[in-house]
Nanobody, 119 residues
Framework: QVQLVESGGGLVQAGGSLRLACAASGRSIRNYGMGWFRQAPGKEREFVASISWSGGRLSYSDSVKGRFTISRDNAKNTVYLQMNSLRPEDTAVYYC????????????WGQGTQVTVSP
C-alpha cells in the first residue's frame, strides 16, 4: 500500500505561484507513474499533469500548459507541482495519484489540498 499526502495549498492572488508537494510513504514510488488532478466546486475531477516513472515523459492539460510544471524527486519519494501565473479558475482541491503499473490507471490517491486563487 502507498499513502500519499499533499501539501502546499493555500490562498494566493491571481498571478501568484504555489508549489504543491505529494509525499509518498509505505512503498517507493520510483517505478510508478504519478499524476495531479483537481476538482473545483460543482465540477468533475479533471486531469492536470502527469509524469512517467523515469521523469522523461510529461503530460499537461491544455488549461495549465506553460504555467504548471510537474517534477519528481525519487530520493525523497515526492512529486511536485509548481504552479505559476495562477488564475481564479485554478481554484480547486488538488489531488496527487499513483499509477503503479504505468498504464494510466491511478490506484492510490491522496486526500487533497485546497488551492484558492483570488481575483
Amino acid at each position: 500500500q502507498v499513502q500519499l499526502v499533499e501539501s502546499g495549498g493555500g490562498l494566493v492572488q491571481a498571478g501568484g505561484s504555489l508549489r504543491l508537494a505529494c509525499a509518498a510513504s509505505g512503498r517507493s514510488i520510483r517505478n510508478y507513474g504519478m499524476g495531479w488532478f483537481r476538482q473545483a466546486p460543482g465540477k468533475e475531477r479533471e486531469f492536470v499533469a502527469s509524469i512517467s516513472w523515469s521523469g522523461g515523459r510529461l503530460s499537461y492539460s491544455d488549461s495549465v500548459k506553460g504555467r504548471f510544471t510537474i517534477s519528481r524527486d525519487n530520493a525523497k519519494n515526492t512529486v511536485y507541482l509548481q504552479m505559476n501565473s495562477l488564475r481564479p479558475e485554478d481554484t480547486a482541491v488538488y489531488y496527487c495519484a499513483a499509477d503503479p503499473r504505468n498504464v494510466v490507471k491511478y490506484d492510490y490517491w491522496g486526500q487533497g489540498t485546497q488551492v484558492t486563487v483570488s481575483p
